[in-house]
């Protein structure tokens, strides 16, 4: 009989995981103790999620701040951000984030001065591998360089590294690399043209306030 992850039998009562393999005593107790870790997780994330509806900047930023998201001066998000690990993100002076935006944080999500990211944009760091039996999870850090414009509903996937000055176009789906002052577009995202400010030293305008 099997009971959750444990295992009763003839041969006594044993530890398995999810397929139902034997688990040594001490593995089993470090999955247990992550389990935990976990569901205290998730109400953190939860109760950040209703932090993200407040419709003050400075209150929103303090409790990112205080659950571990490194935000230069004058750095913020709009109303809705989600997030799944806020500890491996940082984000660099007076960049903006648009509101709704998905900023994952399995891996380290470092972004740089003065980006300019438009509402709904969604940073992943982790997807499955679709060749292995336990289709297990591979986690990649994403970087993105100053000056960078990323456009509304831009989906950048797990290890892609954008240049300084590089223009995301609205919709698109970062798969790979994006070098410095290069437009992308499309799905998946290619070059469709060249910044023509090669040299970029701009500060963006205020927040919209209560967004």
Same mark, same amino acid.
């Given at each position: 009989?099997?009971?959750?992850?444990?295992?009763?039998?003839?041969?006594?009562?044993?530890?398995?995981?999810?397929?139902?393999?034997?688990?040594?005593?001490?593995?089993?107790?470090?999955?247990?103790?992550?389990?935990?870790?976990?569901?205290?997780?998730?109400?953190?994330?939860?109760?950040?999620?209703?932090?993200?509806?407040?419709?003050?900047?400075?209150?929103?930023?303090?409790?990112?701040?205080?659950?571990?998201?490194?935000?230069?001066?004058?750095?913020?998000?709009?109303?809705?951000?989600?997030?799944?690990? #806020?500890?491996?993100?940082? *984000?660099? $002076?007076?960049?903006?984030? /648009? +509101?709704?935006? %998905?900023?994952?944080? =399995?891996?380290? &999500?470092?972004?740089?001065?003065?980006?300019?990211?438009?509402?709904?944009?969604?940073?992943?760091?982790?997807?499955?591998?679709?060749?292995? #039996?336990?289709?297990?999870? *591979?986690? $990649?850090?994403?970087?993105? /360089? +100053?000056?960078? %414009?990323?456009?509304? =509903?831009?989906? &950048?996937?797990?290890?892609?590294?954008?240049?300084?000055?590089?223009?995301?176009?609205?919709?698109?789906?970062?798969?790979?690399?994006?070098?410095?002052?290069?437009?992308?577009?499309?799905?998946?995202?290619?070059?469709?043209?060249?910044?023509?400010?090669?040299?970029?030293?701009?500060?963006?305008?205020?927040?919209?306030?209560?967004?």
């Amino acid at each position: 009989m099997k009971i959750s992850n444990l295992n009763i039998s003839s041969d006594g009562i044993h530890f398995v995981d999810k397929d139902g393999n034997k688990l040594e005593t001490s593995k089993a107790i470090g999955k247990i103790t992550n389990r935990f870790g976990s569901f205290f997780l998730d109400l953190w994330l939860l109760k950040l999620t209703c932090v993200g509806l407040v419709p003050f900047h400075g209150f929103r930023n303090f409790f990112y701040r205080l659950s571990g998201i490194k935000m230069g001066k004058g750095a913020t998000f709009h109303m809705g951000a989600r997030f799944f690990l #806020p500890k491996n993100i940082e *984000i660099g $002076e007076g960049t903006i984030v /648009g +509101d709704h935006a %998905f900023f994952d944080g =399995r891996a380290k &999500i470092k972004i740089g001065k003065q980006v300019d990211i438009a509402s709904q944009v969604m940073i992943y760091n982790s997807e499955h591998d679709l060749s292995d #039996p336990t289709f297990k999870a *591979i986690e $990649e850090p994403v970087t993105i /360089g +100053d000056y960078v %414009f990323i456009g509304p =509903r831009v989906i &950048i996937m797990p290890g892609v590294n954008v240049g300084n000055g590089a223009v995301i176009a609205g919709g698109a789906v970062v798969t790979k690399d994006v070098p410095e002052n290069t437009i992308v577009g499309g799905v998946p995202a290619k070059e469709i043209g060249q910044r023509p400010l090669k040299v970029q030293n701009y500060k963006l305008g205020r927040a919209r306030l209560f967004q």
